[in-house]
Structures are given as C-alpha cells and as structure tokens.
C-alpha cells in the first residue's frame, strides 16, 4: 500500500523555515495527530477512524478538534501539534 502525502500549501506559499517532509517506514507506535474540526458530515465517521487508527497504528494520539468546522484551526495551534507528532489524519473542516 503506498499512501501519497500531498501538501495543501502548494508551492506558492511555502513558510519560511520549513523542514521538509519525511517518509515513514511504519505507522506502528508512532504519535498520531488527530485533527478535526468536528463537521456534522464527519461526526459518526470521525470517533470509528480515530479508533481504528489509534488502536492499529498509534502508540501515542495528540488531539486538536476545532470548534468550528467553517475556519481553518489557527496556525500556532498547528505548529504545535507539528512539532509532537510522526504523521497526522486530519478530518473534514479542519
């Protein structure tokens, strides 16, 4: 199965600073960032994905759910989830 990280940024807004992407040999025991913004099309769908992904993957899950689901969450908040974990899942209105 190969998984196909695209980078919602594009290539005309990349930060300054940026690290660049890494690829993961394995989903198994890493940290999971879990974000959703809790959109009612997502709302049965989103609690069985993140225990699945969870359950089979993540040692380690960090959630950031919005409370809003027509903004995106706010940069700082990414950044931070960014920096503690290996890969993210991010739901619709995120």
Request: proline letters at 9%.
């Amino acid at each position: 199965m190969v998984i196909r990280v695209l980078d919602p940024l594009a290539e005309i807004n990349q930060p300054a600073g940026r690290k660049p992407m890494r690829a993961l040999e394995t989903l198994k025991g890493k940290r999971v960032g879990l974000l959703w913004g809790g959109h009612a099309a997502s709302v049965v769908f989103w609690p069985v994905l993140e225990e699945v992904a969870v359950k089979k993957f993540a040692a380690e899950p960090v959630r950031l759910y919005k409370k809003s689901s027509w903004n995106p969450a706010p940069l700082p908040d990414v950044e931070a989830l960014a920096g503690k974990i290996d890969y993210a899942l991010i739901g619709v209105g995120a």
